[in-house]
Every structure is written in structure tokens, then in C-alpha cells.
């Protein structure tokens, strides 16, 4: 296992842009997800290995942010906010809504890998509540509606 060509090379370029290369430890694991997909305790000991850094800590890195994904997840990996704003704002209905449309539970992904349901911390749109993000992209103000709208255009 190891980086493409491509991906070796802004691997490169983020290094130098850090004055210490376990500072780069995000970045390159933005780097390693986006390559490989997940962060699979494979790819934790290479990204240690690349960066010099024990594998423990490049796997405490990894785990404690939500925005790396340590299993497989489909085509399209929804997060909805779990957090202050949007919980007063009715999301855990939605998510029930999400369960019930694409018939998995919270932490599962649909049969066909098309999609994967997660709850994540704040998103940074509580004043838009309730909010979500799928792949790179994040929708707020949700609602039922606006949610069959956001999957259809996924289909
Ligand atoms: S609490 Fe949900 S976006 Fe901040």
C-alpha cells in the first residue's frame, strides 16, 4: 500500500508548508482517506511510517475526529449534526425520517453502497439548523421536504 504518484506529490507539497512534519498529520490523513477511502489500520501504519510518527498516535489522531471514516462508507456518507442547535431544532426526527427512507440505522450503509448514515458533532451552521453534510457538500434549514429533494438529485 502506498500513496499514487499524484497523491505523493501533494503530500509533498503539504509537508512544506509545516515546520515539523507531524504537524501535517490532518492534512496527510485527508490525504490517505481521500486515496484509499477509509482509514483502515492499514492505512494508519503507513501514514506512521510515512510520517515517522508511532502508529498509536497517528490512530488517536484518527479516531478522534468524525470526519475520518474508519470503516467503508458509500457513494454518499450523510452527517447530520447531532449537537445543541439542531437537536432544538427537531434533527433527531429527521434522522428518523433518513432511517425510514433509506431502511438503515444510524452507523450503516445501504446494501447497493450508495449511502452511509452518520451523526456528527456541529457542522457550524447553527444558525441554520437543523444542518448535514454530504461527501464535501452541507445543507441547512432541513426539513422532510428539503431532504427528499437533496437525495433525489443523488440517485
Ligand atoms: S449544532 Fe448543528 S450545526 Fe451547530
Not at 456541529?122 to 437525495?151: H, V, W
Amino acid at each position: 500500500m502506498e500513496f499514487s504518484k499524484e497523491t505523493r506529490k501533494k503530500f509533498e507539497q503539504v509537508l512544506q508548508r509545516y515546520p515539523r512534519k507531524e504537524a501535517a498529520l490532518l492534512p496527510t490523513l485527508y490525504l490517505a482517506q481521500e486515496e484509499f477511502g477509509y482509514l483502515s489500520a492499514e492505512v494508519v501504519q503507513y501514514v506512521a511510517e510515512l510520517m515517522e510518527i508511532p502508529a498509536p498516535r497517528v490512530y488517536g489522531v484518527a479516531t478522534f475526529y468524525t470526519m475520518f471514516n474508519k470503516e467503508p462508507v458509500g457513494r454518499y456518507h450523510i452527517q447530520v449534526c447531532s449537537n445543541v442547535s439542531c437537536a432544538l431544532r427537531g434533527v433527531e426526527q429527521l434522522v428518523e425520517y433518513l432511517k425510514e427512507k433509506l431502511k438503515i440505522n444510524v452507523g450503516e450503509t445501504t446494501p447497493d453502497k450508495k449511502f452511509t448514515l452518520s451523526t456528527v458533532e456541529c457542522l457550524g451552521f447553527c444558525d441554520n439548523s437543523p444542518a448535514m453534510q454530504i461527501n464535501d457538500d452541507y445543507y441547512s434549514d432541513l426539513t422532510r421536504d428539503k431532504i427528499d429533494e437533496i437525495l433525489e438529485k443523488l440517485k
